[in-house]
């Protein structure tokens, strides 16, 4: 069975600039959630998706968006990108519910210049 | 609101001694509770998970927890640490319907 995929693995960008990032979940997975993991402020949740529906959204701004298609795929896109918007982005995905067992992709790196 | 706290940013062993990596948390309900380990380059793995089944949990390498209510402690060991350990370790918390949340992590170092 194939793992959660992430592409682009990594990507730099300029400040002002826009980005999207994809997530394929692993076969069966319904739920695919999205995490910024920076040295400061560590692993904090963006978003978790069901059946293409957003059901949890974490404490950042508007300009973090996401979707999931029909097929569980998501994607994360941010908008007018920051300085502090460089870090590591990680997908995840479960069956059912975050709760259950979650399987990590191995996440994108984005830098801001 | 759940949360974690991770006792030590930082765990220094000798390879062959034993590995103690401390968690605390905090939760209105009866919390799920999860190790995770991040290799460099890599993605998250599940070490292991409670929930309210036996209190002590075996994981996958020899890792395992306890869970102690009493204390809100969810420390992981093993007896023996390999060399392949070395990495950085999450201990997360989650309450029913909610998202997980994250403690900011132990790195892991084992000397030779």
């Known amino acids: 069975k194939a793992g959660v995929t992430q592409t682009p693995r990594y990507l730099i960008k300029t400040r002002g600039q826009q980005v999207t990032l994809s997530c394929s979940p692993i076969s069966g997975h319904r739920s695919v959630s999205w995490y910024q993991q920076t040295p400061g402020q560590g692993l904090q949740f963006l978003f978790e998706?069901?059946?293409?529906?957003?059901?949890n959204k974490g404490n950042f701004p508007g300009r973090f968006s996401g979707r999931q298609f029909s097929n569980s795929r998501s994607e994360m896109n941010v908008s007018t990108l920051e300085l502090g918007d460089s870090a590591l982005y990680l997908c995840?995905?479960?069956?059912?519910?975050?709760?259950?067992?979650?399987?990590f992709g191995p996440g994108t790196r984005l830098t801001v210049l | 609101a759940q949360s974690v706290t991770q006792l030590d940013s930082h765990v220094s062993v000798s390879e062959g001694t034993p590995v103690l990596l401390r968690c605390n948390y905090s939760s209105s309900y009866s919390p799920s509770l999860f190790w995770y380990v991040q290799h460099p380059n890599k993605g998250l793995q599940l070490l292991l998970k409670y929930t309210s089944a036996a209190t002590l949990v075996k994981g996958i390498n020899g890792f395992e927890a306890e869970f102690k209510k009493s204390e809100t402690s969810f420390h992981l060991t093993k007896p023996s640490a390999h060399m392949s350990d070395a990495a950085e370790y999450f201990c997360?918390?989650?309450?029913?319907?909610?998202?997980?949340?994250f403690g900011k992590g132990t790195r892991l170092s084992v000397i030779a």
């Open positions: 997360v918390v989650s309450e029913r319907n909610t998202p997980l949340v």
């Open positions: 998706y069901f059946s293409e529906t957003q059901r």
């Open positions: 995840a995905s479960s069956l059912w519910d975050p709760e259950n067992e979650q399987f």
